[in-house]
């Protein structure tokens, strides 16, 4: 048995509430020692649901030597600032996706990692679930025949008036927030890197709200990828090869509970390929934390084999940035 990975919260952000901290709750080699808040009454409630302590500040929390690991749901823009200031205070971080808001700072943010020989994790959570690495093995064993191009989407309705998501100086828009997960995908399984052949993007009200990209990939193959705050909810994505295409729902959000259908359609007809429920936000908060007990390092692929590394989010950083100079940009 391995000690815990004694973890502290920065943020009392909706996604920590909903979903991280219930499944870091229920993970054995993890336990929550305290949630951090400006307001305090937000950590309070927190810890009364999670058994922890509330800590008044992102500074005491890091201060406290019964903390190990953070976690930081923090919001786009924020993020950057204090992941250094985690990495500095000698803590192990998991940050919520994109980890940054520009290449630049996530190379410098690796860079600090690996010099103090600590881990940081983006949380891309998806890559966590096991239906994808089905999907991947499928095409790589011919099903489909050579492929020839990616599609991915991920919509959603409007938020409400005021949500962080409309604040540029938070890291609001549409590409951070969404897009992310459909270019991250492209990054799974497309072969060498990823060039931006074209993008377009629509603000308003000073961020973007929803944006196409087409990508090109090794071997003429393409990605061509949505994202929006503007949409009825959809995410999903189909890889067509010479042969035939698989087609995959609720790619970026699988409840625990459901069985995804893998679909596979060739010229003999249509196959459905049932898989078991998984969790990957437990997926993910368990391999946080066996790779921090083993010392792993942040360029190695992590304990569930997510292959998520330091590099993978400098590359997927370089992609946002290109999509945004490529971008032609319309109100």
């Not at 992941?83 to 971080?93: P, S």
């Not at 103090?116 to 994790?121: E, F, I, N, Q, S």
């Not at 799974?188 to 087409?214: Q, T």
Request: aromatic share 6%; charged share 25%; glycine share 10%.
């Amino acid at each position: 048995m391995i000690e815990p990975v004694r973890i502290g919260v920065l943020g009392c952000a909706s996604i920590a509430w909903r979903r991280m901290l219930p499944a870091m709750s229920a993970v054995p080699e993890i336990d929550v020692i305290a949630v951090a808040s400006r307001d305090l009454s937000k950590a309070e409630s927190f810890a009364a649901r999670f058994d922890c302590a509330a800590v008044p500040g992102y500074e005491r929390l890091l201060e406290r030597e019964d903390v190990d690991a953070v976690y930081l749901p923090l919001p786009a823009g924020l993020r950057a600032d204090w992941v250094r200031r985690a990495l500095d205070a000698g803590k192990h971080v998991l940050g919520e996706k994109p980890l940054t808001t520009s290449a630049r700072s996530a190379a410098e943010l690796v860079e600090l990692a690996r010099e103090k020989r600590l881990l940081l994790r983006e949380n891309f959570m998806f890559l966590h679930h096991g239906q994808h690495a089905a999907v991947r093995e499928l095409v790589r064993d011919g099903r489909i025949g050579e492929l020839r191009s990616f599609t991915a989407v991920f919509g959603i309705p409007p938020r409400e008036p005021g949500d962080i998501r409309y604040q540029p100086e938070l890291g609001g828009g549409a590409l951070l927030d969404v897009g992310v997960y459909p270019l991250r995908a492209a990054q799974f399984f497309l072969p060498g890197e990823l060039a931006v052949l074209g993008a377009a993007l629509r603000e308003d009200s000073g961020v973007d709200v929803a944006g196409s990209v087409l990508l090109g990939a090794e071997r003429g193959v393409t990605a061509q990828l949505g994202f929006g705050f503007e949409h009825h909810y959809r995410n999903t994505y189909e890889l067509w090869g010479s042969s035939g295409r698989i087609t995959l729902d609720r790619v970026f959000t699988p409840p625990a509970e459901m069985a995804p259908v893998i679909r596979i359609e060739t010229g003999r007809g249509v196959e459905e390929i049932p898989l078991p429920p998984d969790d990957q936000f437990r997926n993910s908060a368990t391999a946080f934390a066996l790779d921090v007990s083993s010392g792993a390092d942040i360029d190695a692929p992590d304990a569930a084999g997510a292959v998520h590394s330091g590099e993978d989010t400098v590359r997927l950083a370089a992609l946002v940035d290109s999509v945004r100079r490529t971008a032609q940009t319309t109100a």
